[in-house]
């Protein structure tokens, strides 16, 4: 038996008012269609995506995935949506159909829908909603399904009814084809509707095993801007928890975003309010996030504190280091451990050797910088001429004056002293001091000009 996912995406959503498909508006900054092909991921089952809005946009989007594509050229119902899959489906699958609009499924449930599928039995995923209203409503008679009835041909007694179709269901493939061949439109809508199939299971003798989510935002779907957000903001609640159970202590879950993967967390960590967390994230012990700070694909080893309004991105930082408040790290930085970057420093493609600090409103690019540094206030690596991009190198041990720009390519060598003020063209020889700086004079007769 093979699984077969068919995942229905062709919809266009108008009501996301976006020129966008609808299956790629991000949750947690992953696009809807890849939150539910990974929820079969560890299925081993092989994926069907039926697309029609947005094609080529959808197509891209699922780039880790082997996918078989299935166009659906008009949207002429679900029904016929899972019909265009139809060439990639054997008589002996398990066919498990899921919708790119409902992102937050769970591959537990998903599981359960699979194990209750034979060919003696098919599952469908129903929930009992307060508020039924536009769902189809799962019509029982002596608590057995008999079939679905959608909102707009359902009778005022069927409308009462609170158990509604999520439209997840698990059906055996041979089944499946048999039914969709004989679907018809005569509804209210003119369309071909997937779950007519319940009706016609059940008069073939088919049980319909109905299964549960575990909470009701596994099966929301997404229609517009509002639901999305809602489920964003629940996708964020469902993060701080689980930084929350590693023993992180979080000023405040409600402002706490996490957009990517979290590789690492040690003990001890706090983070304040407003920190975003993107990409690839490792984070050690006895680590502190300051409030508003941003981080992208880090590695933060243990003992850093990351001062308010910080933006991190592809960047080392090292144990007992500190960084920040308004310190702008960007890729292909590395600081070594016992390092400072402090307040208003831009920091590019840097190496940082260990015990090096650069405290004050400085750009430093393209440097090697050993160990034992010190760069005064207002320091700049002047790297970049117009067209190429040159290194700057300190040796361990020197200390560069404030307000200092190195004309890079330039060595300054180790334990050398460069004056507040230089501007640097050639290499600095190591252990001597070395300086550029107009000759100061005082004229002593000067007087202002007064007015008259
Ligand atoms: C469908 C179900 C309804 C269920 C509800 C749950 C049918 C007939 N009705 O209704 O019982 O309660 O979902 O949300 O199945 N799609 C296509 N091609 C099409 C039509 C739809 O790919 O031709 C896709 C949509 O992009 C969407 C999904 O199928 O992802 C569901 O379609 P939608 O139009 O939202 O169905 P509903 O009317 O909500
Ligand atoms: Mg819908």
Redesign the pocket.
């Known amino acids: 038996m093979t699984i077969k996912t068919v ?7 108008s009501r996301m008012k976006s020129k966008r498909p ?2 790629l508006h991000k949750i947690a900054a992953k696009p809807m269609l890849q939150w539910v092909a990974e929820s079969v991921a560890n299925l081993n089952s092989e994926l069907v995506v ?4 947005g094609g080529e946009a959808v197509k891209k989007s699922l780039p880790t995935f082997q996918v078989n594509w299935a166009e ?1 050229v ?8 899972v019909q265009q899959a139809i060439p990639y489906i054997s008589t002996d699958d398990t066919v498990l159909i899921l ?4 992102p937050l499924i769970q591959e537990s449930t998903l599981q359960l829908m699979v194990k209750a599928c034979n060919s003696k039995t098919m599952s469908l995923l129903t929930v009992k909603l307060d508020q039924p209203t ?4 799962i019509v029982r008679k002596n608590n057995k399904v008999t079939k ?1 009835v ?2 707009k041909d359902a009778t005022p007694e069927e409308l009462l009814i609170n158990e ?4 997840i269901m698990a059906v055996n493939g041979g089944l499946l084809k048999g039914w969709l061949a004989a679907l018809k439109n005569n509804n209210a ?1 003119a ?6 199939i319940i009706e016609m299971a059940v008069n073939d003798g088919v049980a319909i095993e109905t299964i549960q989510p575990s909470n009701k935002y596994e ?1 929301q ?1 997404v ?1 517009s801007t509002a639901q999305l957000n809602e489920l964003e903001r629940y996708q964020q609640s469902v993060h701080a928890e689980y930084f929350m159970q590693q023993g992180v202590t979080l000023a405040d879950a409600n402002r706490f975003d996490v957009r990517g993967e979290v590789k690492k967390l040690g003990s001890d960590i706090f983070i304040d309010c407003n920190v975003l967390l993107e990409g690839a994230i490792s984070i050690g012990s006895e680590v502190s996030i300051g409030p508003n700070c941003v981080i992208s694909n880090a590695i933060i080893d243990d003992n850093v504190t990351i001062k308010a309004n910080s933006v991190l991105e592809d960047c080392i930082i090292g144990s007992n280091s500190d960084v920040g408040p308004f310190a702008r790290i960007r890729p292909g930085t590395k600081l070594g451990s016992d390092t400072k970057v402090g307040n208003f420093v831009e920091i590019k493609k840097t190496n940082l050797g260990n015990g090096s600090k650069v405290s004050h409103l400085s750009y430093i690019g393209d440097a090697e910088i050993g160990q034992e540094v010190n760069i005064g206030a207002g320091t700049i690596t002047c790297n970049y001429d117009g067209v190429n991009k040159y290194t700057t190198t300190i040796e361990s041990g020197a200390f560069i004056g404030s307000d200092t720009q190195l004309v890079a390519p330039v060595t300054v060598g180790k334990n050398a002293t460069i004056a507040a003020g230089t501007t640097l063209t050639k290499n600095a020889p190591e252990g001597v001091l070395t300086l550029s700086r107009a000759k100061q004079v005082t004229f002593k007769n000067w007087k202002r000009t007064n007015k008259e």
């Open positions: 995942i229905l995406a062709a919809g266009k959503g609808k299956v039926v697309y029609g809005h659906q008009e949207q002429l119902g679900t029904g016929h949506a919708y790119g609009d409902v536009g769902y189809g409503r679905i959608e909102q509604v179709n999520t439209g809508q369309e071909y509707y997937l779950t007519d099966v779907g229609n």
